[in-house]
């Protein structure tokens, strides 16, 4: 039951259905409480679904607190459903925010302090990666540490205090020009015009694509080791996944804490010279390469080891460890700007000193700049410099003169 005494959601799925994982994540990110029914190990729960759908037991399905259910409903739907925000409220305003991570949501506080009409777009949950982290240890002013979640909720509700306007599973598909202003096309059809817009949209740690994998994110699976390795100081081990340049610092960074660092890479290390020289003659380090990995094992729900197939020989081993940190790239997610916007090696978007892209009135901060440093202390800050260079361009090329509330007040 939850705070108001209404029952939680269930969810009928299996672990093998991948609409059903998509429920769970959908849910899992937008903070929802819900009980997951597994139908592989539950026959009641089999006549239950039989009973809902005249005879079928299609999954997933989901029952609202309300007694009502949908089989495999969209993530428009659960969004509608758990009352999430679908729709601007206006076509028009001073500022567009894309990105409602913690990059997004400083800029957006500020920006309301500042008196500049914004609003934010998120293509899923609001509080970004920040917000499905297990535990936030490294947070400036948090002694005792806080979950992504309820950061994240933080965030939201001092960004709802300033009357900021949020839409949530709403995705951008197009920042464009338009004469003096921009036109910020969205997935639902709506446009929004505005004279600036702020590009928040964070970046995505590629994924292994291998079984276990999704359901081990944040016990025991990791893509960040700055953030999450002091949570394994005293290991016996840690297994790195992969083998470029961020695979071997972070494996670095880890080796301060766990006793032996195993690097497991696909091909031969691709690292700088200088720093496979550093892991090779450590002897805290063992490193395997040519080997494919085939699964993440858990076991009660946390990673227990990594399953790999050598590439030449084709024997599968097991490394059992205490966690498994996964660095085989980054994603910016910044594929709805045009081909023209630059953007760097890795495709991350470049900035001049006033954090604008090459888009005239187009910003950019937090991890989906070029140069950021993907942590959530310094995209907070990035969101804070971006709203109030921002705040620049709006007085110098649209004459909107803005209230200079001293931030600290």
């Given at each position: 039951m939850n705070a108001a005494g209404e029952q939680d959601m269930t969810v009928f799925g299996a672990p093998w259905c991948p609409h059903c994982r998509r429920v769970k994540k959908?849910?899992?990110?937008?903070?929802?409480?819900?009980?997951?029914?597994?139908?592989?190990?539950?026959?009641?729960?089999?006549?239950?679904?039989?009973?809902?759908?005249?005879?079928?037991?299609?999954?997933?399905?989901?029952?609202?607190?309300?007694?009502?259910?949908?089989?495999?409903?969209?993530?428009?739907?659960?969004?509608?459903?758990?009352?999430?925000?679908?729709?601007?409220d206006r076509s028009a305003y001073d500022l567009v925010i894309v990105g409602g991570g913690p990059a997004g949501l400083a800029a957006a506080i500020y920006a309301a302090r500042e008196g500049i009409d914004a609003i934010v777009v998120d293509a899923g949950s609001m509080g970004g990666q920040a917000g499905i982290t297990d535990k936030i240890d490294n947070y400036p002013g948090v002694p005792d540490g806080v979950s992504g979640g309820e950061l994240a909720e933080r965030f939201v509700a001092q960004a709802r205090r300033y009357g900021v306007e949020l839409v949530s599973a709403v995705s951008v598909t197009a920042v464009e020009r338009d004469g003096d202003d921009l036109l910020t096309s969205l997935s639902s059809g709506q446009q929004l015009t505005s004279h600036a817009v702020i590009v928040a949209t964070g970046s995505t740690y590629k994924r292994l694509d291998v079984p276990g994998e999704d359901d081990l994110i944040g016990a025991g699976v990791h893509f960040c080791a700055t953030c999450d390795g002091p949570f394994y100081k005293g290991a016996d081990e840690v297994v790195v996944i992969g083998g470029g340049n961020s695979a071997l610092e972070e494996g670095l960074h880890l080796s301060e804490f766990a006793k032996k660092v195993k690097v497991l890479a696909r091909s031969d290390l691709s690292a700088s010279p200088v720093l496979q020289e550093r892991v090779r003659s450590d002897p805290q380090f063992d490193i395997r390469t040519g080997v494919d990995i085939v699964e993440l094992e858990g076991e009660r729900g946390r990673f227990a080891a990594v399953v790999a197939r050598d590439r030449d020989s084709g024997k599968v081993s097991r490394f059992p460890a205490a966690a498994a940190f996964v660095f085989i790239g980054l994603k910016p997610n910044n594929g709805f700007l045009g081909e023209d916007v630059e953007r760097d090696a890795g495709g991350f978007l470049v900035t001049s000193p006033t954090m604008e892209t090459s888009l005239g009135g187009v910003f950019a901060a937090g991890d989906v700049r070029s140069g950021s440093t993907k942590q959530l202390g310094s995209a907070v800050g990035d969101g804070i410099a971006a709203l109030l260079m921002t705040r620049r361009y709006l007085e110098a090329h649209h004459h909107k003169a803005v209230t200079k509330t001293p931030a600290w007040k």
């Open positions: 959908f849910l899992a990110a937008h903070r929802v409480r819900y009980t997951f029914v597994n139908i592989d190990d539950d026959p009641q729960a089999v006549e239950r679904l039989k009973e809902l759908q005249d005879g079928g037991q299609v999954i997933p399905t989901v029952i609202y607190p309300d007694g009502s259910h949908e089989v495999n409903p969209s993530d428009e739907a659960l969004a509608r459903r758990i009352g999430l925000t679908l729709e601007a």
